[in-house]
């Protein structure tokens, strides 16, 4: 197969991918397993009812990853938000070694007005294009 280039940059012969993560299902699925004492993997990023993390979580091993973005809801006031996005914002994915795209997290932290079990609003603000 010929190989194809953008610009400087070769084409690669392998898919591009965008992830979309339900972080709060993620994150409520994670606790209950840690509350019936599963054993969990250690290098872990957990920030209570908000995310859970592993960078092993996506395996791009014939992708490259155009985007993965981290959808969740948080409590609290906006500073609160702001730091919950930058800290969804270092966490990373292990990238296809060819791959020159950043291997970051996107954040998009819906604002929830009292703590509790999951919303549907998630999905519903994600297909309804909210952010």
């Known amino acids: 197969m ?5 610009g400087n940059r070769p084409m ?11 972080g709060e299902n993620l994150v409520f699925n994670y606790q209950s397993l840690k509350k019936e004492k599963t054993t969990i993997k250690t290098n872990v990023e957990h920030h209570e009812d908000v995310f859970v993390w592993n960078p092993y979580t996506i395996n791009c ?8 973005t981290l959808y969740t809801y948080a409590v609290g006031s906006e500073s ?10 270092d966490l990373w994915f292990i990238k296809h070694h060819m791959s020159e795209l950043p291997d970051n997290l996107s954040p998009c ?8 079990k999951k919303t549907k609003g998630v999905d519903i603000k994600r297909h309804n294009g909210h952010k």
């Open 109 to 116: 932290v819906f604002k929830k007005e009292k703590k509790g």
């Open 2 to 6: 010929s190989s194809v280039s953008f």
């Open 61 to 68: 091993n014939n992708s490259e990853v155009l985007r993965v």
């Open 12 to 22: 690669p012969n392998f898919r591009r991918i965008m992830g979309f993560v339900d």
């Open 80 to 89: 609160l938000l702001t730091n919950i996005n930058k800290k969804i914002k």
